[in-house]
Each structure stands twice: as structure tokens, then as C-alpha cells.
């Protein structure tokens, strides 16, 4: 376990360094302890990052493993289920179309016939007016 560093310490330390350095070059030499310092805490981020990428690059190819296995498991399942259900869209294909059955075009297509007959005589009312909008007068500038 690393030694827990307190206030006293601290004191006893910034001492030594004003005694050994001197005043005149102690700002230059706690200015490079803390660059040194910085480049050491990114260097261990980085390292953890990386460390980060390698145990889910890890996890992804165990993952990639087990459906892989699944998929070759399950496969033959899959392709028969897949069988029995293209037949069955066939089937409803092919019942559509000897049916006499007629569908709507589909969106896009040619526009429905007007209809003509007593229904298509009866005129819808007109929408009710808008209200309008009372504008203030402008206010000339002095």
C-alpha cells in the first residue's frame, strides 16, 4: 500500500525543495515537475484506454463465436422454417391471382374515376370563412 501524504509532509517536502533549489529556480523546477506529471497521467489514460478497447474488441469476438455457433446450430431450423413460409406466400399468390377479386392501385397509380350519379350531385358546403387579423397601426418614428 502507498503512504498517505498529509499537510505536514507537504510542508516538510516544499522545504527541502527551497532549501536544495533555492528561491530563484524553484518555479521552473515545480513547473517541470508538473509537466512531468501530466505527461505520466496521460500516459496511464491512454494505457487504460487502450486496455478499454482490447477487453471489448475481446468481448465482440466471443460474442461474434456464440452466434456464429447459434447460427450454425439453428440452421438447418431457419431454412426450413424459411421453406415453409415462401410456400405459403406462394399459395396466397397464386390464390390472388385466379381470384376475381379487384384491389385498389397501389399508391402512385392512375387516379380514381370521378363519380357520376346522384351521390356525385350532392355539393359539399364551403369551408366557413378565416377571421382575419387586425393589424395595429404603425407607429411613425420621431
Not at 509532509?9 to 528561491?23: D, F, K, S, W
Not at 518555479?27 to 478499454?52: H, I
Request: aromatic fraction near 4%; avoid cysteine.
Amino acid at each position: 500500500m502507498l503512504p498517505e501524504v498529509g499537510g505536514l509532509e507537504y510542508l516538510i517536502i516544499a522545504a527541502v525543495a527551497l532549501i536544495v533549489v533555492g528561491p530563484k529556480d524553484l518555479p521552473v523546477m515545480l513547473r517541470k515537475l508538473g509537466q512531468w506529471v501530466g505527461r505520466l497521467r496521460a500516459m496511464a489514460a491512454e494505457f487504460r484506454a487502450s486496455f478499454d478497447d482490447m477487453a471489448r474488441q475481446s468481448e465482440l469476438d466471443e460474442l461474434r463465436r456464440e452466434v456464429e455457433a447459434m447460427r450454425q446450430s439453428h440452421g438447418n431450423l431457419l431454412t426450413a422454417e424459411t421453406a415453409e413460409v415462401n410456400q405459403i406466400f406462394n399459395e396466397i399468390g397464386d390464390s390472388l391471382k385466379t381470384s376475381d377479386i379487384q384491389f385498389h392501385p397501389p399508391m402512385g397509380g392512375a387516379p380514381p374515376e370521378p363519380e357520376t350519379g346522384p351521390a356525385a350531385a350532392v355539393a359539399e358546403p364551403d369551408p366557413p370563412p378565416k377571421a382575419k387579423r387586425r393589424r395595429k397601426a404603425a407607429e411613425a418614428p420621431e
